[in-house]
């Protein structure tokens, strides 16, 4: 069963950094490209980050390049995302995902989010 789970969140002041976790179960990271989005309360979900398959491209958006790198541990099967210098901007609930192709169409999987809130 293919499960996305998100962690490493939680409060941090303007200026710190925390490493984000994206776990998954049921399929192996290194076949599939993933994503990180994040929602600010009553915002639309944006994508931030993400990575290739084989890790060797990645892409990040304007608000978070420069001070962010994404990553993956395929031994442990995680993709991690680490984002220095937070901004109150940087409050969100920040998700993971995959879209897997089947037979008929796609699949996207979302991890559960994980919550980040910037002190200033």
């Known amino acids: 069963d293919v499960q996305l789970q998100a962690s490493g969140g939680g409060l941090v002041q303007a200026g710190g950094s925390l490493r984000l976790s994206c776990a998954a179960s049921g399929f192996t990271l290194n076949d599939y490209a993933i994503g990180w989005f994040r929602q600010a309360p009553g915002k639309e979900r944006d994508g931030i980050s993400c990575i290739s398959s084989s890790g060797d491209s990645t892409w990040f958006a304007n608000s978070v390049k420069g001070r962010s790198t994404i990553s993956g541990d395929n031994a442990k099967n995680t993709v991690y995302l680490q984002m220095n210098s937070l901004k109150p901007e940087d409050t969100a609930v920040y998700y993971c995902?995959?879209?897997?192709?089947?037979?008929?169409?796609?699949?996207?999987?979302w991890g559960q989010g994980t919550l980040v809130t910037v002190s200033s």
């Open positions: 995902n995959v879209i897997i192709m089947r037979s008929h169409g796609t699949d996207t999987y």
